[in-house]
Each structure stands twice: as structure tokens, then as C-alpha cells.
């Protein structure tokens, strides 16, 4: 593949997963509102937490008739995975400044990461993590006003057919990671069916978003890692 074509795949892929991803922001505002959330609360919470997953539980907990500090325990407990992702991404996107890692952090989600990580190389992964983040930012905060606003008319189908947004587009990232070409597809395969038993095993015991967490036990059926092959020159040029 050409590097343009390389480009272009690239951007395709980040900014399609960000307008699918993003509608599920819809279904956030919904929660919100439910939650007794007020418009200004709900646009506020998506722009500076953007963490599906954290949102999601703070909302639930609020909604359920939780308190405060359980409700921010919960989002907290939820957002610790995105600085793992954190520690990965750092050498792979090398923001320089205070002012760029602040930037990138707030964009370190689980779609950017793995954007990133399936990028072919580092300035690819730039551009995907940079599309990738913009597209899902933008959408998730207009779809969370739009969510809640008509939060009434969000039910039903409608929301089983958000529901089904994200795994789906994970499982498309996912694929091809698994497939005999991808290296170490072996390993691969152990960690996503490792994670899955595990977090499919734990669903009904714990509280949504938290067998995510969990799930990175699933590394362990993977045995010992393999040294990273050292980047080329272009790479490190990059």
C-alpha cells in the first residue's frame, strides 16, 4: 500500500469510528436527563470528562440514588484503565510540552488507543489518534445535547441500536489483528479470547464497565511478551 493510500485508509477508518462512536453520546444525554441532570450539567460532564464509561457511571449512580462521592468513586474506578492506555501511547505519539500532553491525555480513550495501536506506523498513529479523537469529541458532545434534549424519544430500539455501536465497531478493529498474517496473531488471539472469558464471566457480578478492567488479567494467558523489534529510522524520524 502507497503511503497516500496508507493516509487515506487511515483517516477513513478514525473518522468513521469517531461519527459511529460518537452517536452513542445520544444515549448518554438520555442517561443524564434521567438522572436528573440539567442541560448545562450534562454538556459540561461530556466536554471535560469524555470517558463513555465513566460517564455512563456517574450518571447510573446518581440516577439509582447514589451519592456524590460514590457516583465519582465509581468514574474514577472506571477511568483508571485510560492510564494504562496512557503509558502505552506516550512513546508511540511523543507529545512534547505541558500544554500537548494535557491535550493528549484528555483524548486517551479506548477507540483512540486502539486507533493508534492498530496504526502501521508512528505518524499514522499520530493521525489516527488526532482524526480518531476529533471526530469522536465533536459528535459525542453534540449527540449528548441532542440526547438530551429529546431524551424521550431515545428508548427502546433506539437505544439497543446505540448499545450495539460499540462493540461492534471494536470487534472491527479487532479482526484483523487476529488474522494468520497480523504478527504474533497467536498471541493475539489468547489476550482477546483470555479478556473475553473473563469479562463475560464476570458481567453478572459487577457493576457495568467494571469487568473491563478486570479483563486485563487476560494479558497473562499470553505468556511472556516478546521484545519490541527497535524501531526503523524512518520511524524515528518520525
Known amino acids: 500500500m502507497s503511503r497516500a493510500a496508507a493516509r487515506s485508509a487511515t483517516l477513513r477508518d478514525a473518522i468513521g469510528l469517531g461519527l459511529a462512536v460518537g452517536l452513542y453520546g445520544a444515549a448518554f444525554g438520555a442517561a443524564a436527563d434521567a438522572a436528573g441532570l440539567d442541560l448545562w450539567q450534562t454538556v459540561t460532564l461530556s466536554a471535560l470528562m469524555f470517558t463513555g464509561a465513566s460517564q455512563f457511571a456517574l450518571v447510573g449512580v446518581l440516577g439509582a440514588g447514589g451519592s456524590a462521592l460514590a457516583a465519582v468513586g465509581s468514574a474514577l474506578l472506571l477511568g483508571t484503565r485510560n492510564t494504562v492506555y496512557g503509558v502505552r501511547l506516550v512513546p508511540l505519539l511523543r507529545p512534547r ?24 506506523d508512528r ?5 489516527a489518534f488526532l482524526a480518531g479523537g476529533a471526530s469522536i469529541f465533536l459528535m459525542w458532545n453534540l449527540t449528548t445535547v441532542v440526547g438530551a434534549l429529546g ?8 437505544l439497543a441500536a446505540l448499545d450495539a455501536v460499540v462493540p461492534a465497531a471494536f470487534l472491527a478493529l479487532l479482526w484483523p489483528r487476529l488474522r494468520a498474517g497480523f504478527p504474533e496473531a497467536r498471541v493475539q488471539l489468547r489476550v482477546a479470547v483470555g479478556g ?4 463475560l464471566a464476570l458481567t453478572p457480578f459487577v457493576p457495568a464497565g467494571v469487568q473491563v478492567i478486570a479483563a486485563v ?4 494467558l499470553a505468556g511472556r511478551p516478546g521484545r519490541a523489534p527497535r524501531p526503523t529510522a524512518e520511524e524515528e524520524m518520525a
Do not use: K, M, N, Y
Not at 123 to 127: K, N, P, T, V
Not at 151 to 158: E, I, M, Q, T, V
Not at 217 to 220: G, H, L, P, R, T
Open 151 to 158: 431524551a424521550a424519544a431515545l428508548s427502546g430500539p433506539a
Open 97 to 120: 510540552g505541558v500544554l500537548p500532553r494535557l491535550a493528549t491525555a484528555h483524548w486517551v480513550i479506548d477507540e483512540t488507543t486502539a486507533l493508534s495501536i492498530a496504526a502501521p
Open 217 to 220: 488479567v487476560a494479558v497473562a
Open 196 to 199: 473475553a472469558v473473563v469479562a
Open 123 to 127: 505518524r499514522l498513529a499520530r493521525l
